[in-house]
T-cell receptor
Framework: AQRVTQPEKLLSVFKGAPVELKCNYS??????LFWYVQYSRQRLQLLLR??SRESIKGFTADLNKGETSFHLKKPFAQEEDSAMYYC?????????????FGTGTRLKVLA | DTEVTQTPKHLVMGMTNKKSLKCEQH?????MYWYKQKAKKPPELMFV???????INESVPSRFSPECPNSSLLNLHLHALQPEDSALYLC??????????????FGPGTRLLVL
């Protein structure tokens, strides 16, 4: 079965320190992966997706098919990055696609 | 209007009640989704509507009944729920829902408590 694993429930880092949120997946086809973020009292929203290879709010994520990983990275964490981060894998079923979310990692950036 | 809206924000209902959750978007999206999110857990897909037709039902109990009256509106009718159904119910939409990568746009959710 397709699966997304985020091994860390909570990650605490100091402001200005590098951040890496881990995401590993298992998928039989060519994976399509996203990172979604949920700030406190805000709705779930897209952070970035692997196909666009862009940097949003200083975050980047590279798909590593050999290691089946899609880790989210930022060189210098900011306090406003504190949030819940979900890695999501897209599964296609009968022409319709759906997200499979990882369990999420709560990032706390300490002053 | 570039948001997905959900009403009500909070709902408390008894196990014998019938209630409905409403989701609306005016972005011209043709795919809409219902998710259930328990505390400290990721969203779990319940239903997908594509072009107003139900395309995915993730083996959801029949006490949850989705309805898509038109391309902008998605309802979730609730009847004879159990306390374990208490959760945050999220609605989302995406442009087409078929083929290719699409961003899903999420609503703020309805927090449901079943007593």
């Amino acid at each position: 079965a397709q699966r997304v694993t985020q091994p860390e429930k909570l990650l605490s880092v100091f402001k200005g320190a590098p951040v890496e949120l881990k995401c590993n997946y298992s998928y039989s086809g060519s994976p399509e992966l996203f990172w979604y973020v949920q700030y406190s009292r805000q709705r779930l929203q897209l952070l970035l997706r692997h196909i666009s290879r862009e940097s949003i709010k200083g975050f980047t994520a590279d798909l590593n098919k050999g290691e089946t990983s899609f880790h989210l990275k930022k060189p210098f964490a900011q306090e406003e990055d504190s949030a819940m981060y979900y890695c999501a894998l897209v599964e296609t079923t009968s022409g319709t696609y759906k997200y499979i979310f990882g369990t999420g990692t709560r990032l706390k950036v300490l002053a | 209007d570039t948001e997905v809206t959900q009403t009500p924000k909070h709902l408390v209902m008894g196990m014998t009640n019938k209630k409905s959750l409403k989701c609306e978007q005016h972005m011209g999206h043709r795919a809409m989704y219902w998710y259930k999110q328990k505390a400290k857990k990721p969203p779990e897909l319940m239903f997908v509507y594509s072009y107003e037709k139900l395309s995915i039902n993730e083996s959801v109990p029949s006490r949850f009944s989705p309805e898509c009256p038109n391309s902008s509106l998605l309802n979730l009718h609730l009847h004879a729920l159990q306390p374990e159904d208490s959760a945050l119910y999220l609605c989302a939409s995406s442009p087409r829902g078929t083929g290719g990568l699409e961003t899903q746009y999420f609503g703020p959710g309805t927090r449901l408590l079943v007593l």
